[in-house]
C-alpha cells in the first residue's frame, strides 16, 4: 500500500490510520465536484479522530509525545505567570 501512496506522489506518514485517511482523497478525481465536499468532511472527521487519540495517550504510549503544557515541564510557564 505504501507503494501505492508514493507512486500517486503522497509519502506516508508513517500512521497507517493517517495513510488510509489520505488515500480517500485520491476517490476525488471519479466523483462530481458536489460530492467532493463530503468526501473532505470524512477524512477530517477521521484525522481529527487519530489526533484525538494520539493527544489524549497517556506519555509513553507508542505514538504519543505526552503532553509539552504540562505544570512542571522546563518552560512550561507557572499559573498566574
Same mark, same amino acid.
Not at 19 to 48: I, K, M, Y
Given at each position: 500500500?505504501?507503494?501505492?501512496? &508514493?507512486?500517486?506522489?503522497?509519502?506516508?506518514? @508513517?500512521?497507517?490510520?493517517? *495513510?488510509?485517511?489520505?488515500?480517500?482523497? *485520491?476517490?476525488?478525481?471519479?466523483?462530481? &465536484?458536489?460530492?467532493?465536499?463530503? &468526501?473532505?468532511?470524512?477524512?477530517?472527521?477521521?484525522?481529527?479522530? &487519530?489526533?484525538?487519540?494520539? *493527544?489524549? @495517550?497517556?506519555?509513553?504510549?507508542?505514538?504519543?509525545? @505526552? *503532553?509539552?503544557?504540562?505544570?512542571?515541564?522546563?518552560?512550561?510557564?507557572?499559573? @498566574?505567570?
Amino acid at each position: 500500500m505504501q507503494d501505492e501512496q &508514493v507512486s500517486q506522489g503522497r509519502p506516508a506518514t @508513517g500512521e497507517n490510520r493517517v *495513510d488510509e485517511a489520505l488515500a480517500r482523497l *485520491d476517490e476525488l478525481a471519479g466523483l462530481p &465536484v458536489t460530492e467532493h465536499p463530503a &468526501v473532505f468532511e470524512q477524512v477530517h472527521r477521521r484525522l481529527r479522530e &487519530v489526533l484525538g487519540e494520539l *493527544d489524549s @495517550g497517556s506519555p509513553g504510549d507508542p505514538g504519543s509525545p @505526552g *503532553d509539552p503544557g504540562s505544570p512542571g515541564d522546563p518552560g512550561s510557564p507557572g499559573p @498566574g505567570r
